[in-house]
């Protein structure tokens, strides 16, 4: 029977009774505020409960009561009364026990202490954020979140939705002389608060007990301190958490000497229910705190930076001293760069007008022009004289030829000669025609092979040509119609081929094999409804043929040839696909089916048929897809031969056939196999078959080649043909021509031969000829030169006036001048370009000199700016590593930069490096000496902080042997920690008065790697922790003991104890650890005595359950325990107050008080809610 029950029992049998105190009205109505369970207890009740190990000791503070104003589901004024031994909250899931507990922590622990360990389990966040219960959730009374217009979230709460609220809570401690202090929080919301940070919070302590009920006139003004102080004399508003908290950590003695903060984190992580993994874990987080280790180290590492400091001061007066090394290099170089700049600067090349270039090209050319004038004057005159004499040996020949022709002209024999010598230069005419034309017609008959050595193989051969001609059309008719032939043998394998690669690239993307056509429809499918493609299966996807099996295929896709390409959908999403693709122009035509998803289940089918003889991939289609193949419909008897196709039920042959009865059917499918769920066997075939279609492409392509070259042949020769047949023999017979030449030139040597006189004025007639031609051409070459000459004498005085009358102009200007020294370069860099002295390339060797000094110059620049990045690059790497405000990278700087340098250089870096030296050997290892000790004194001050704990632990029985527990402590022996501390020691011990500079160098670098590994400022990983927290270098553990001092069972690890175990131990340790903190091992009870736990015990049976409060009752602890119902009747022996958490219907909370008598009565009822 529940508490629940009990609950609605103690109603019934006092029914017209005033309802209980703690109650608030809903409405907030004025004569329902203030009203609370008020618990009367006698004195033997509020005396220590006696266990074992208790005894009376110091004054004990206890919760004495809480109450609570506009909070959570707990609405005006409520007062709840705890017991001085053990209080037991109960009630339903969210019913408000946890919202009650985590008053008490919101009253006493700072605002980064989380609320409510157990219902923020399933949240993250940071602590009291939005994300998890907050301040703000509890004083608007938060009830749920729901979904506003727009999209956005808005919260369901009690009150504060439309204005401003407010809230308090107090805490009143009572101690064993029936003194009071109260600890208390007042809270005011404005409307528009929406974090924690938003309220206005106060922090009050209270010399005895207050009603909260009457701050509530403050809380319009935020609860001003003046005024709250004025109105409640005892009362005392703190400003800030440390000095509130410190008051209530004296007072109630929370703390050794008044620290409680350690003794407050450890409440409320055992409120929230802490998760101890290991006693180690637990002792390690909750009870040691720092070792002295690390101050050790601090002092030693602070004495050591002094050292440290001077030689990184050293070290980077190195530094900087070899990245300026090279400034003053760099820097000549760059002036001498730069002087040579500005000296081809000066010559003014950049510039139009006179320039000192210009008056050197102008004085160049001039001496130039006057050295070529000179030189053309006597050419002249040389050329003059052999034109006289020329013309005077042309008179006489030319008188000498007219007497001989005279002669001639009476010699009867002449005129026949005449003839001759005309014909003979006509036909030589006509026999370079004929060479040229026979050439020609050569190369555009050479494809036929011809041989036509006369006229009648001409003529032979035009007849040949004729019948070729004639022919042509007949022959051209034949090939085209053979190529035609090739053309349509190529269509179908380039077509296949084009089709298989295209289904071999849509495989890269999907698995199965199925026809791409239909792959590209279900795309646009999946695409138009968004659902994913591997959501639109087709059947053949979710099939497969087992290779044991292969031989079967052929027999599986005829008969599943339709069903294996039907596309399956989802039966509820059947009707919208249709729908939205309907307007759809899908390529290829699909068969869809909506089908039913169910889990797979693998089946075992009949390996005789078709069904059998398939794997079936898992999917929630598969079930759907069995059930259709096996149907009788569809599957078929698998036969290996025709003859067993008689019989009932369809079947099926090895090749395909199939038959139903008398109905049957064979042939080729001529479409592809799709079954199959993996991809890797169509894409072998594919390659297989592509590789067969390149054999027969090729074999076509070669034979198409074939017929090309033959089609091309046929148009040349007749193109060959043509020509034959349009030549005339005579104009290709060179050979005849020449007989024609020969035959006149016979007769012509015979006419001379019969008539000396003849061949005698013929003779001199010729010499005659040559020798007046010769002396023609040197009187015109005579006169070309002297044409020329004059030209040249024309254009030189000419550009020779102008120059010498720009060089008078400037000079009487005076505005440009060309010193020697200008000259000079600019001739020694002419000569580099031109030729000197050439005044026809002077002025494109001119222009090759400017070209030539402005790459100079650009290379001088050049240089320059080298030489100033470096210098800038420098000045930026000191920059970089040493910065300084009052300087930046810029060339301008360089006289900063180089007095550093000269200032470096000028201190004397090997002085500095010699007093270093005298200072470490000055600083001594013995500054280590503190820290080496300091790591016994770690473990020593362990040892002693464990043994007041122990003490608490041997007086109180353990487990159900009545043993006692012992925290143990252990030393971890790790290698890299023995080797820390031997260097350490090594270090501390160290005498370096007789080592050389080297040896200094190497220990101080070994020095400086050890104090790296125990300073706080290391960068990248810091092992400081790791070596420095002597924590970390031991194992606690829990030992249990039986009464004769016999190591009984050894706790390290909690994970594998059963619930109930687990709870009583971390009681015990638990409870030893915050006696520990609280600052009163000493004392036989605690000062402060009340421990809060939220859904305690909830793994305990009744027996650990009970052991686990004794434990902590025999702590001397005042026990307030929220439980869930299942764990009631566990607890319920050990608790001497019971409370009873009730919500109704509209989210506000109560609490019911249940007398013993009742709770006993009503102990196996069954839970029921009871309303509030």
């Known amino acids: 029977m529940g508490v629940a029950h009990a609950a609605q029992r103690h109603r019934t049998r006092h029914r017209g009774r005033r309802r209980a105190r703690c109650r608030p009205c809903p409405c907030g109505s004025r004569e329902n505020r203030g009203k609370g369970i008020q618990l ?245 987080s909750m009870v040691i705190d720092l070792p002295g280790t690390y101050a050790a180290a601090d002092d030693a590492v602070e004495h050591f930076k002094n050292l ?155 007849k040949q040509s004729r019948t070729f001609v004639d022919g042509f059309e007949a022959a051209l008719e034949v090939v085209n119609a053979r190529r035609h032939a090739l053309q349509i043998a190529v269509y179908e394998p380039s077509k296949e081929k084009g089709e298989l690669v295209d289904e071999r690239d849509s495989l890269a993307h999907r698995e199965g094999r199925m026809d791409p056509k239909l792959d590209k429809s279900r795309m646009m499918i999946a695409h138009a409804t968004g659902i994913p493609p591997e959501d639109l299966p087709f059947v053949g996807e979710l099939l497969d043929v087992p290779a044991e099996q292969r031989k079967w295929r052929k027999a599986i896709e005829t008969t599943l040839f339709g069903l294996a390409r039907v596309l399956l959908i989802d039966a509820d999403e059947l009707d919208r696909v249709s729908r939205v693709i309907d307007p759809l122009d899908l390529p290829h035509r699909v068969n869809y089916e909506g089908v039913h998803l169910t889990s797979y289940e693998p089946r075992d089918f009949d390996p005789a048929y078709v069904s059998g003889k398939l794997d079936y991939k898992p999917t929630r289609f598969t079930a759907w897809v069995q059930d259709r193949i096996s149907g009788a419909g569809v599957d078929a008897l698998c036969v290996d031969n025709a003859g ?212 100079l110059e650009q290379g001088e620049l050049g240089k320059a700016d080298k030489a100033t990045q470096a210098l800038e690059t420098a000045f930026q790497r000191y920059l970089d590593r040493w910065d300084d405000p009052n300087l930046s990278a810029s060339i301008e700087n360089y006289p900063s930069f180089r007095r550093i340098l000269d200032s470096i250089v000028a201190t004397g870096l090997h002085e500095r490096r010699q007093e270093w030296a005298k200072r470490l050997t000055d600083w001594s290892g013995q500054d280590l000496v503190p820290l080496a000790g300091a790591f016994g004194l770690a473990i020593d001050d362990i040892r002693n902080r464990l043994e007041p704990v122990n003490k608490i632990l041997a007086q109180l029985p353990f487990g159900a042997h009545r043993d006692r527990l012992k925290i143990d402590l252990r030393e971890l022996n790790r290698d890299d920690i023995k080797k820390f501390k031997r260097e350490l020691n090594t270090l501390s011990r160290a005498d370096i008065d007789a080592f050389t500079d080297d040896q200094v160098q190497k220990w101080y670098r070994k020095l400086r790697r050890f104090m790296g590994a125990i300073r706080k400022d290391t960068a990248g990983k810091n092992n400081r922790d790791y070596f420095l927290d002597v924590r970390k270098h031991i194992e606690i553990t829990a030992v249990s003991y039986d009464s004769h001092g016999r190591e009984r069972s050894t706790y390290a690890a909690l994970g594998g104890k059963s619930g109930g175990e687990s709870q009583e131990l971390v009681a015990f340790i638990v409870g030893a650890a915050l006696r520990f903190q609280l600052g009163d091992e000493t004392d036989a009870r605690p000062g402060f005595a009340p421990v809060f736990l939220d859904e305690g015990f909830v793994k305990a049976d009744s027996e650990f359950a009970g052991r686990a409060v004794d434990a902590w009752k025999g702590l001397g602890f005042q026990l307030i325990i929220g439980a869930p119902y299942g764990q009631f009747t566990a607890l319920e022996p050990h608790a001497s107050h019971f409370l009873y958490m009730a919500k109704n219907s509209r989210g506000y909370s109560s609490v019911k008080t249940l007398s013993r008598t009742e709770r006993r009565a009503d102990a196996q009822a069954d839970v029921t809610e009871m309303p509030a």
Not at 211 to 225: I, R, W
Not at 433 to 459: K, Y
Not at 835 to 852: E, P
């Open 308 to 462: 440290e400091d001077a030689y990184d001061a050293m070290e980077t007066e190195g530094q900087k001293s070899e990245v300026l090394a090279r400034i003053p290099e760099l820097h000549r170089d760059r002036q001498e760069a730069l002087e040579k700049a500005r000296l081809i600067d000066t010559f003014g090349i950049h510039r139009s007008g006179d320039t000192p270039f210009t008056v050197w090209m102008l004085g160049t050319e001039d001496t130039l022009l006057e050295t070529a004038e000179t030189a053309r004057r006597s050419q002249r005159a040389q050329a003059v004289k052999d034109k006289g004499e020329a013309e005077k040996r042309h008179a006489e020949l030319t008188s000498r030829k007219i007497d001989v022709e005279a002669d001639l002209r009476k010699n009867e024999s002449h005129a026949t000669l005449a003839r001759l010598e005309a014909e003979i230069n006509r036909l030589g005419s006509d026999l370079n025609a004929a060479s040229a034309q026979r050439a020609t017609f050569d190369e555009l008959t050479a494809r036929l092979g011809l041989t036509i050595d006369n006229e009648d193989d001409f003529t032979a051969t035009q």
């Open 40 to 284: 009367t207890t006698n004195h033997s009740e509020r005396q220590l409960l006696r266990l074992p190990g208790t005894t009376e000791g110091a004054t004990q503070w206890k919760v004495d009561t809480l109450q609570l104003i506009n909070w959570g589901g707990f609405h005006g004024h409520s007062i709840v009364s705890f017991a001085p031994t053990t209080t037991l909250l109960s009630g339903a899931s969210g019913t408000g026990k946890s919202t009650l507990l985590d008053a008490y922590i919101a009253v006493m622990m700072d605002s980064n202490i989380p609320f409510n360990g157990a219902s923020n389990d399933a949240t993250v966040g940071r602590a009291r954020s939005a994300d998890q219960r907050s301040l703000i959730s509890y004083l608007r009374g938060k009830l749920d979140t729901s979904r506003i217009t727009g999209g956005g979230l808005a919260d369901q709460v009690l009150r504060g939705e439309s204005s401003a609220t407010w809230g308090a809570l107090a805490v009143t401690f009572v101690d064993d002389n029936e003194h009071r202090y109260t600890v208390a929080r007042l809270y005011h919301v404005p409307r528009a608060a929406t974090k924690d940070s938003d309220l206005t919070r106060k922090m009050c302590i209270v010399e005895g007990t207050i009603d909260l009920s009457e701050v509530e006139p403050f809380a319009k003004d935020k609860f001003d301190k003046r005024t709250v102080e004025g109105r409640f004399p005892n009362l005392k508003m703190h400003e800030t958490y440390g000095s509130f908290s410190q008051a209530f950590f004296t007072r109630l003695g929370i703390g050794a000497h008044g620290d409680g903060a350690k003794a407050l984190r450890l409440l409320a992580r055992i409120q929230a229910g802490y998760q101890v993994r290991t006693v180690d874990d637990l002792y390690k």
């Open 644 to 855: 067993g196709l008689g019989g009932g039920g369809r079947r099926v042959t090895v090749n395909g056939q199939t038959r139903r009865g008398r109905s049957g059917a064979h042939g080729s499918i001529n479409a592809p196999y799709v079954i199959g769920f993996s991809k890797e066997e169509r894409l072998a075939e594919i390659e297989t078959r592509l590789d067969e279609l390149e054999k027969v492409l090729g074999d076509l392509d070669r034979r198409r080649a074939d017929v090309d070259r033959e089609f091309t042949a046929l148009l040349a020769d007749k193109s060959s043909h043509e020509h034959i047949l349009s030549t005339r023999w005579r104009s290709i017979d060179p050979d005849g021509v020449q007989r024609e030449i020969d035959s006149r030139e016979q007769q012509r040597k015979r006419i001379l031969a019969s008539d000396d006189a003849l061949r005698t004025f013929q003779t001199e007639l010729e010499a005659l000829n040559t020798s007046l031609k010769d002396a023609g051409g040197k009187i015109y070459a005579a006169e070309q030169t002297i044409e020329r000459l004059d030209a040249d004498l024309g254009e030189i005085i000419d550009r020779k006036d102008h120059i010498v009358g720009e060089l008078q102009r400037i000079n009487r200007e005076q505005a440009v001048t060309l010193t020697d020294e200008q000259s000079a370069y600019l001739d020694t860099e002419f000569a580099q370009v031109a030729t000197v002295g050439d005044l026809s390339g002077f002025r494109a060797g001119a222009g090759r000199l400017k070209g030539r000094l402005v790459e």
